[in-house]
């Protein structure tokens, strides 16, 4: 499968953005999905999942209360809305899929990533 996030930009703190991940292929429905994201000097971290029908989802505690993850499999896209933005969420966004059924927040399990998507939160 391949992806393609998009969304991203510049927006002062307490702004929102939405990204979006366009997903190739016809088998989305059966990929766990799962946003990450990389700060300058920083390890990529987990920020949210979505199992792959989207009745579970998990969160970084640092963004719990502000971002929301969801997906719409008819479309092959999964997003993430980004509310009450800090200038500590300024990153590259990427997004991942997973074959297992399983949804894990380590990185390493997920198969297969987009090419990021820049957002920078300015104070």
């Known amino acids: 499968v391949q992806l393609q996030a998009s969304g991203g930009g510049l927006v002062q703190a307490g702004g929102s953005l939405r990204l979006s991940c366009a997903a190739s292929?016809?088998?989305?429905?059966?990929?766990?999905m799962g946003w990450f994201r990389q700060a300058p000097g920083k390890e990529r971290e987990f920020v949210a999942a979505?199992?792959?029908?989207?009745?579970?989802?998990y969160y970084a505690d640092s963004v719990k209360g502000r971002f929301a993850i969801s997906r719409d499999n008819a479309k092959n896209t999964v997003y993430l809305q980004m509310n009450s933005l800090k200038p500590e969420d300024t990153a590259v966004y990427y997004c991942?899929?997973?074959?297992?059924?399983?949804?894990?927040?380590?990185?390493?399990?997920?198969?297969?990533w987009g090419q990021g998507t820049q957002v920078t939160v300015s104070s």
């Open positions: 292929g016809r088998t989305f429905s059966s990929y766990v």
């Open positions: 991942a899929a997973d074959r297992d059924t399983y949804v894990s927040t380590w990185s390493r399990a997920y198969d297969y």
């Open positions: 979505i199992s792959r029908s989207g009745s579970r989802l």
